[in-house]
């Protein structure tokens, strides 16, 4: 049997975002938190949990996870599959959006909870060699937070080469169950976290099932449809732009040919007209009787030049 793709974000919110697998999410979540130094959570609560209602298809269709902790802060974890470039950008963005979206009409700034983003990416982005990156706001001399509310993981799994150890716990088991659908080193991965059974029983099932692997086929194809229209848009756009940018470089050229022609022209024509004057020169001094040493001394001229004229 092929198993499915965790990394399309259909089966990711399958796995981890169904309200019989909350157990899976936590776990999941808190591998990530402690891997980053923080406290693990005791429980989440999922706001936009997976139903029927998820087309892969319908573009309004949301596959990111929403979540909720206990004192109320926000989690929002995305799988990305293909590079839609400015992830940078692009998260600071809907993270903003999150973070202000909580404040309702009349109410308090001091009602604002942290909001954290959680990329997981099947591409690099980062200038750097880590696998799981993590960003706060600081102040740039002291490090001192200017506020906690700010949180921003990415999780790079083209970055992760280190394979599974036995009886090694922690985020990298998560991540090697992510990275591919190969199932020969899950006896390992399920030995180091417990948890990551329900996770691959789950991918099992669903790889078993008819209808959801049709919604895959159908999710997967979107996704490599829309890439591709990423792709051929920046190549047409690059093309366009060689395109442009040669004829401007021609054009600047011919401009820049005109200012060095004129440039050596005037220079040619000084050369010939500082030639031009000391023949006239000699030729005034030969008429005056002037022998041809005192000629070529007078004028720089060569004596083949003189006896010329």
Request: net charge negative; aromatic share 8%.
């Amino acid at each position: 049997m092929e198993l499915l793709d965790p990394r399309v974000d259909f089966v990711f919110k399958r796995i981890f975002a169904s309200e019989s697998n909350k157990d899976v999410l936590l776990a999941f979540l808190n591998r990530i938190l402690m891997d980053a130094g923080d406290a693990p959570l005791n429980e989440v609560v999922l706001l936009n949990p997976y139903t029927d209602k998820d087309d892969p298809l319908d573009k309004q269709s949301i596959f990111d996870i929403w979540a909720k902790t206990e004192d109320g802060k926000l989690i929002n974890i995305e799988m990305q599959l293909f590079n839609r470039y400015d992830m940078e950008k692009r998260t600071l963005y809907y993270w903003s959006k999150r973070y202000s979206g909580q404040l309702q009409t009349g109410g308090r700034y001091t009602d604002l909870k942290k909001c954290v983003t959680i990329n997981i990416l099947n591409y690099k982005v980062l200038p750097n060699e880590h696998t799981h990156s993590v960003f706060h706001l600081r102040e740039d001399i002291s490090g001192s937070r200017l506020t906690d509310d700010i949180e921003i993981h990415f999780l790079e799994l083209p970055k992760l080469n280190q394979p599974a150890v036995p009886g090694e716990s922690g985020l990298v088991n998560w991540l090697l169950f992510l990275k591919g659908s190969d199932n020969s080193n899950w006896e390992v991965l399920r030995m180091n976290e417990p948890a990551l059974r329900k996770a691959m029983e789950t991918l099992e099932f669903l790889s078993q099932d008819s209808e959801a692997r049709r919604k895959y086929e159908d999710r997967q194809k979107f996704l490599h449809d829309e890439a591709s229209q990423r792709d051929g848009a920046q190549r047409e756009g690059f093309a366009k732009g060689m395109q442009e940018g040669k004829q401007e470089g021609i054009k600047e050229g011919i401009k820049e040919g005109i200012k060095e022609g004129i440039k050596e022209g005037k220079k040619e024509g000084l050369k010939e007209g500082l030639r031009e004057g000391k023949l006239e020169v000699a030729k005034n001094l030969l008429a005056m009787g002037l022998d041809l040493s005192s000629i070529q001394a007078a004028t720089g001229l060569t004596e083949e030049e003189i006896q010329s004229i």
